[in-house]
């Protein structure tokens, strides 16, 4: 067990643990969140959600029903009116900035989590643990940022860890995703996609793809795409630990 603040003791410790973390949080987001609870197109295994919902709970506090209730709404109002958070409707500057808010907002929206939300885990887990303390979970990393890193560089860290997801899921994607980028199929949204950064996102920037056919595992389109989520579910398929409903074309 390392001691007391020994990850800060060099200066690129603390950088590989977050870019290794926040690429963590990013699959967990892709694969757990997206592609099987919002989607339904692959069942993961309980041994390999678990961890998933687990590194959620203490990365982000997100709750599974509202993030998947808001993402829903998202694909039935995609840059119309009733968007959470469209660049479009809202300008991509706020996006960016308080995409985090605008999500706060539409799943606070009366009956937004009973319509979109359904089909979420509810077991005893979920229902005690992971949405009901969801603020319990930041704080237990909290602490382990601060046992690692010490008492400055750890809250640094952790910092950075909590403003992850509202920036790069929040902002880029659903922000720069509708804004910025190619297209490869002419949807009725103004979905783009913003490779060449896909092993940063776990496949989430190939947005127009995702947008042109949402129930796909798959997300790359085009020879010279690449999505590393989808090369993570072939692996979990390998050993057994997800089954792909439907992968597109």
Same mark, same amino acid.
């Given at each position: 067990?390392?001691?007391? $603040?020994?990850?800060? #003791? ?11 973390? %926040? ?17 339904? +197109?692959?069942?993961?295994?309980? =041994?390999?959600? =678990? ?6 709970? =203490?990365?982000? #506090? ?6 998947? !209730?808001?993402? @829903? ?6 840059? @119309? ?29 009366? $009956?937004?989590?009973?319509?979109? %939300? ?16 969801? &603020? ?5 990393? =909290? ?10 560089? %750890?809250?640094?860290?952790?910092? /950075?860890?909590?403003? &992850?997801?509202?920036?790069? #899921?929040?902002?880029? /994607?659903? $922000?720069? %995703? ?11 949204? !103004?979905?783009?996609?913003? +490779?060449? /950064?896909?092993? &940063? ?14 129930? +796909? ?11 590393? $989520? ?11 630990? !997800? ?5 597109? +074309?």
């Amino acid at each position: 067990m390392p001691d007391f $603040g020994s990850w800060a #003791a060099d200066w690129w410790k603390p950088i590989l643990f977050v870019v290794i973390a %926040g690429h963590i949080t990013n699959v967990c987001v892709t694969l757990f969140l997206h592609r099987a609870q919002t989607h339904r +197109s692959v069942k993961l295994h309980y =041994l390999a959600a =678990l961890p998933m919902r687990l590194w959620l709970w =203490l990365s982000t #506090a997100i709750v599974t029903k509202e993030w998947v !209730a808001c993402h @829903r709404k998202h694909h039935a109002f995609a840059d @119309r009116e009733g968007d959470p958070h469209s660049p479009l409707m809202e300008g991509l500057r706020n996006i960016v900035l308080k995409g985090a808010f605008y999500y706060r907002k539409a799943v606070r929206q009366p $009956g937004v989590l009973e319509k979109y %939300g359904k089909g979420t885990p509810n077991d005893w887990l979920e229902r005690h643990v992971l949405s009901r303390l969801n &603020w319990v979970g930041i704080l237990v990393m =909290l602490l382990a940022d601060v046992y690692l890193f010490g008492f400055f560089v %750890g809250p640094l860290v952790w910092g /950075i860890q909590m403003i &992850w997801i509202p920036f790069w #899921a929040a902002g880029i /994607i659903n $922000g720069v %995703g509708h804004a910025v980028g190619y297209r490869n199929f002419n949807v009725k949204d !103004a979905s783009r996609n913003i +490779s060449p /950064i896909a092993i &940063w996102l776990g496949g989430e920037e190939l947005h127009n793809n995702h947008h042109h056919d949402p129930h +796909s595992a798959k997300f790359k389109a085009k020879w010279y795409e690449f999505d590393v $989520g989808w090369v993570y579910l072939r692996l979990l398929s390998f050993f057994g630990l !997800a089954k792909i409903e439907y992968a597109g +074309s």
